[in-house]
Structure formats: structure tokens, C-alpha cells
């Protein structure tokens, strides 16, 4: 598949951050499709970064490991990443440095540009490296820095015209990075994972957020905090993530749709908060944004260990669903899902994703949100009998939910054992059938659990099975060894729990060989994939070093012969 990988490096506050991001937005805009891949250590300043933008036509779906233009606006860059760099890559580097290869393009930013505006001047080589038009760049320096700072617009628009003018010069030295020029595309967007799944929240009718700051959940209160006010949602910033998840319930239990979003170390913290929302059967969405642990781990990093905690989380027995997004469309949809599920089911309901997947900006169709419906929290008051019974049994194990002072209905739940009314209890019967009421719910969530995606032929003779951010390296392997006359299939799980085998097992038993592909080192899906149905998948590519999957290594790791 015919793509470029562009790596921007350097240190934290070198506004190589801000360089991606508008050089992402610049390809986007001129139809490219984009992956983009941040790396960051846990430091406000200093420390080695990247920011690597992989684009090509559609297709595209995970980073890849090898450099074709690497941006280094520092000497450290160089000397980390020229090893990975093409055969027929390039680096633009500042002439101070980078004068020991011969890929390397030394360009004197200072004559370009002030110091201030080195890094527009970087951003004008690379995107003239890339052949894309100028008035687009520029268009998108303006919608960037013209309403904070409309002062420094003309000095932006030099250092941009100086880059263009210096690359001109050079075309034999530049011209063979150009990716091929693409059709017209219609307008898309350019988002990522996090500002997906708030986007898709806020869709579905979502009206409170809470959350304790934590990487890389942070972004999602943030993307929530800019829509507040013209979409009517409270967001607020808590003290601690105990306070955040009881504001959330309290929000919820009030009428107003509810989310929480966090990470293992803040979940960790959440934990009685979801216990909490099963016993009074509270509507609740969990966004769980994994990262390396145990403890602090590595905070800037990414993994899927999280899912067995997730799982398990919260003592006593309750049902729960817990989705993982593959990609960033499927963020906004699955953020929907969440928030319906969690009104119907009236308990706790989870969204695994990854610091990947929460960074990773992707080019993406405009979603049409003028026919989506939005959940409407509570039954009529009108049809609930008299006296109403908040906990009321029923076949589903789902009661009519009222919304306290929203009608002349008493509205009573405790988090000890209660009866019916919402009241406790010490009635050891009534304990029996709460419990069996509440694990009721696990047959409606089970109808609802969305079916694994496959790809391939229906008796492959390799399936790789993945779930939430790995989906796209996945895809991208399977096409290689495709290619390779490797007979391979894929399923992907968006939603990890509950498992509904006639969903999948036979997929699992007609292939020759499964291979599970996960962000963790014991293969967590896999273990439960043999708990809930005794198939023993053998083949395992695991990876917890704190970086995401590429297609490359997929294939360095299965022990599989034409990998």
C-alpha cells in the first residue's frame, strides 16, 4: 500500500506538536487520508517526542515503522531515528546540523524566517516536500493563530512563502517525496479518538461530565468543556475521581445523562462508585483510557491491559457491557451505544480505549447528526402505577425508571439491599431475588452485543483475532500476508464483553490457525474467549512495551511460515 511516513522530533515545548498537527490538517484538507502517531514522555519540558503523520490514499489504517521525511528540530532526532529512515527518505533538519548523511536536507531557518517562526518555516519545507498547495497551508495558519493571534499573521505567511520559495529551488533534490496526487475527495474532518467520543456523547443526549485530570482520558472532558455551552452540558473538574464518578451518579440518578472519563490508576479509585451505580441501578457511561501500569507505569504510553480489571471491577455480582472501539468513526458510534445501553440496562457501562487511539488524528466523513436521536432519561410518569415501586421486579429485570421531582411519584433507592420501594431491607428472601432481578439484565445487554467483524475467506488458514485500537494493524497484516498467498481472515472484537460465542465460535474452529494479537502480556481476550467457550487459541503476538501495533511487527512476531 502506497504511503509516506513523515516524523516530526524533537523536544516537549518545541511546538513540534503544533507542526503535526497543522501539517495533519493541511493533508486532510487536500484529500489525503492520515494516521497519525504521537510519542511523548512524561514531562512538561525536554524529553525526546514525536509525532509521526503516516498518509497516503484511502486505506490506510495503522502507523508504520519506516521514515520517509523526518523532521528533526533537534540534533537528537537525527541521531535516534536515521536508522529508520528509507532508502530514498529525506531529513529536513536546520543546517547547524545533519551534515553527516547525504538524505540529509540542511535548511537555514534563521534566513527563512525569525526564530519565532522556525517552526511555520518547517512546516512550509515539509509540506512543500509534499506537494501540497500553499494558499492551503496558509489557509489553515490563519484559522489556527488569526483569532489569538491575528498580530503574528504576516510574519507566519513570510516564513511560510520563504519556505516554498527555498524548496522551489531544489526540485530534483525534493521532488521524489510528492505522494501521488489524489482525486477531489468530499469534506472531511480531522479528529481523533477522544474528540470522537465526546462528539458521539454529546450526540447521544449527554448532559453532565466529570473527571479527575489523568492521561490520556483528559482530552474528553476537554473536547466536552468546548461544546459546552452551545450544547447544554455540564462539565466538571472534581477533586479527586471518587468525587467525579458520585457527582456522575447523582447527575444521573437526577435525569441528566452521565459520563466519566479516566484512566487504570483513576479507575482504580472508581471502583465502589460502580458498584454503587449497579445496586441503585443508575445509568452510567465509563471511559476507561488504558495506558501502561501497574502504579504510574508509563503515562504517556499505550496498552490493553486494562480488560480483565474492567471486567471484574466492583464487588458483588451485576451485569455490565464493555465496548472497545476500533477506530475513530467507530468511537463517536460506540460513545452513542454506551449511553443508550446504560439508560435501557439502568447500571454501568464501559468504553475501553488507549492512549493510541485517544492521539491518533484520522481523516473522517462528517457524521449526520441531524438524524441521529438522543436517549430521553426516565419513563413516563403517567404510566407508572400507584403506589410506584423504583425496583420493581420484572421479566427483563429492568424497573420503570422515574426522575425524582419530575412528578408527584416518590422516587426512593439506597445502595444497601432494598426492597421493591427502594427501600433497605435485611429480608434475606428479598436479597435473593434483588440479585436474580439484576442479573436479569444480562439476556437484554446480550441482545444487544454487537457482533464481531470478519474479513477473509470462510476457511482461512490464519485468523487473527483482535479488539479495539490493534484493528487497524491487523487489517493492514492480513493484506500483506494476503499478498503473500497466505490464506488470512480477521475478527475484530468492538465489544469484549458479553461474549456471545454463536456469534464467532465457528469462525474459531473452521480456520487453521488462530493467532490473537493483543496490547498485553497475557493475552486477555484470548483467556476469555477459552473461559466462556473452551476454545484455546495457541498462537499469541502480544506487545506491552508501551507502543502501538504497526503491521511490521505483526509479521516479525507470528510463527507463521510466509509471514
Known amino acids: 500500500m502506497q504511503s509516506t511516513n513523515v516524523l516530526i522530533g524533537g523536544e516537549a515545548g518545541q511546538g513540534l506538536a503544533t507542526v503535526g ?25 525536554g524529553g525526546h517526542n514525536t509525532f509521526a503523520v503516516r498518509v497516503g490514499a484511502d486505506g490506510i489504517e495503522a ?14 532526532t537525527v541521531l535516534r531515528h536515521l536508522p529508520e529512515l528509507s532508502a530514498s527518505g529525506l531529513v529536513i533538519a536546520d543546517e547547524a546540523f545533519c551534515d553527516a548523511d547525504e ?57 511560510l512563502e520563504s519556505a516554498f520559495a527555498w524548496c522551489a529551488g531544489r526540485p530534483d533534490r525534493l521532488r521524489p517525496l510528492a505522494p501521488a496526487p489524489v482525486p477531489p475527495a468530499p469534506a472531511r474532518l480531522m479528529m481523533n479518538g477522544n474528540e470522537a467520543l465526546a462528539l458521539g456523547a454529546v450526540s447521544a443526549g449527554l448532559r453532565f461530565a466529570a473527571f ?53 490508576g483513576g479507575f482504580a479509585l472508581m471502583v465502589e462508585g460502580v458498584s454503587l451505580a449497579a445496586m441503585t441501578e443508575t445509568p452510567l457511561v465509563i471511559v476507561v483510557a488504558q495506558r501502561p501500569a501497574p502504579a504510574t507505569g508509563l503515562p504517556t504510553r499505550t496498552e490493553q491491559a486494562d480488560l480483565e480489571f474492567v471486567l471484574h471491577a466492583g464487588h458483588g455480582e451485576f451485569p455490565r457491557a464493555v465496548f472497545a472501539p476500533g477506530g475513530v468513526e467507530e468511537c463517536f458510534y460506540i460513545a452513542r451505544k454506551a449511553l443508550f445501553l446504560a439508560e435501557k440496562c439502568q447500571g454501568p457501562v464501559f468504553i475501553l480505549t488507549d492512549q493510541f487511539l485517544a492521539d491518533s ?23 407508572a402505577p400507584v403506589p410506584y415501586l423504583r425496583h420493581a421486579l420484572t421479566e427483563s429485570g429492568v424497573s420503570p425508571r422515574l426522575i425524582p421531582g419530575a412528578s408527584g411519584h416518590l ?52 485468523l487473527l483475532l483482535s479488539w479495539g485500537s490493534t484493528r487497524g494493524a491487523v487489517r493492514e497484516a492480513a493484506a ?57 487459541i495457541s498462537e499469541r503476538v502480544v506487545r506491552y512495551d508501551g507502543l502501538p501495533f504497526t503491521p ?12
Open 103 to 159: 538524505r540529509c536536507v540542511r535548511v537555514p531557518f534563521k534566513d527563512l524566517g525569525s526564530k519565532q517562526f522556525e517552526n511555520t518555516a518547517a512546516l512550509g519545507v515539509v509540506c512543500a516536500v509534499l506537494g501540497l498547495e500553499k494558499e492551503i497551508v496558509f489557509r489553515i495558519l490563519e484559522e489556527a493563530f488569526g483569532g489569538k493571534h491575528p498580530e503574528t499573521i504576516e510574519e507566519n505567511r513570510r516564513a
Open 361 to 383: 488524528y484520522r481523516a473522517v466523513a462528517p457524521f449526520d447528526v441531524a438524524a441521529l436521536d438522543w436517549v430521553k432519561p426516565g419513563a413516563d410518569p403517567a404510566s
Open 480 to 536: 500483506a500476508l494476503r499478498e503473500k498467498g497466505v490464506d488470512t481472515a480477521t475478527l475484530h472484537f468492538s465489544q469484549v464483553w458479553p461474549l456471545v460465542p454463536d456469534q464467532f465460535i465457528g469462525r474459531l474452529e473452521d480456520a487453521g490457525l488462530v493467532a490473537a494479537v493483543e496490547g498485553n502480556a497475557t493475552a486477555q481476550l484470548a483467556r476469555l474467549i477459552r473461559r466462556e467457550t473452551g476454545f484455546e
Open 212 to 264: 479527575y485530570p489523568m492521561t490520556p482520558s483528559t482530552t474528553i472532558p476537554l473536547a466536552l468543556i468546548g461544546m459546552a455551552e452551545r450544547m447544554g452540558v455540564v462539565v466538571e473538574q472534581a477533586e479527586d475521581e471518587i468525587a467525579a464518578i458520585n457527582m456522575a451518579i447523582g447527575a444521573s440518578y437526577a435525569g441528566a445523562p452521565a459520563l466519566v472519563a479516566t484512566s487504570g
Open 63 to 76: 502507523p508504520s515503522e519506516t521514515v520517509d521525511v523526518l523532521v528533526a528540530l533537534n540534533d537528537e
Open 411 to 462: 422516587v426512593v433507592t439506597d445502595s444497601d439491599e432494598h426492597t421493591e420501594d427502594g427501600h433497605l431491607t435485611e429480608d434475606l428472601r428479598v436479597r435473593t431475588v434483588m440479585v436474580e432481578k439484576r442479573l436479569r439484565k444480562l439476556a437484554g445487554i446480550r441482545a444487544e452485543t454487537i457482533p464481531p467483524e470478519y474479513e477473509g475467506s470462510s476457511r482461512p488458514e490464519l
Open 21 to 45: 498537527e497543522l501539517l495533519s490538517r493541511a493533508l486532510v484538507r487536500s484529500g489525503r487520508s492520515i494516521v497519525v502517531t504521537q510519542s511523548y514522555e512524561s514531562r512538561i519540558r
Open 552 to 563: 511490521e511487527y505483526i509479521l516479525r512476531e507470528l510463527s507463521v511460515e510466509g509471514a
